[in-house]
């Protein structure tokens, strides 16, 4: 069973779209939105099964340039 994660990027000023741009060339989102607040963008990702996530984020995603910080949720399946 994959993992679904939610994950929120602050950019580096103005590279908020160069940013959305590589993330869409990784092809790891299953949604990707631009967003207001303290986080330019949030991503909807699910991490493959036997995956670790932290280490799939850090080697999938937060190794492109301009990306300044990530918070990322974990969810659970309660129902």
């Known amino acids: 069973m994959t993992t679904c994660v939610f994950i929120q990027i602050r950019c580096k000023p103005g590279t908020t779209y160069e940013v959305a741009e590589k993330i869409?060339?990784?092809e790891i989102h299953s949604e990707l939105y631009s967003t207001s607040g303290e986080y330019d963008l949030?991503?909807?990702?699910?991490v493959p099964?036997?995956?670790d996530v932290g280490k799939f984020i850090n080697d999938r995603l937060l190794h492109i340039p301009g990306i300044e910080r990530s918070l990322?949720?974990?969810t659970?399946?309660?129902f």
């Open 24 to 26: 869409a060339l990784e």
């Open 42 to 46: 949030l991503i909807k990702l699910y």
């Open 49 to 51: 099964e036997g995956e």
């Open 72 to 74: 990322t949720t974990l």
């Open 76 to 78: 659970f399946k309660a």
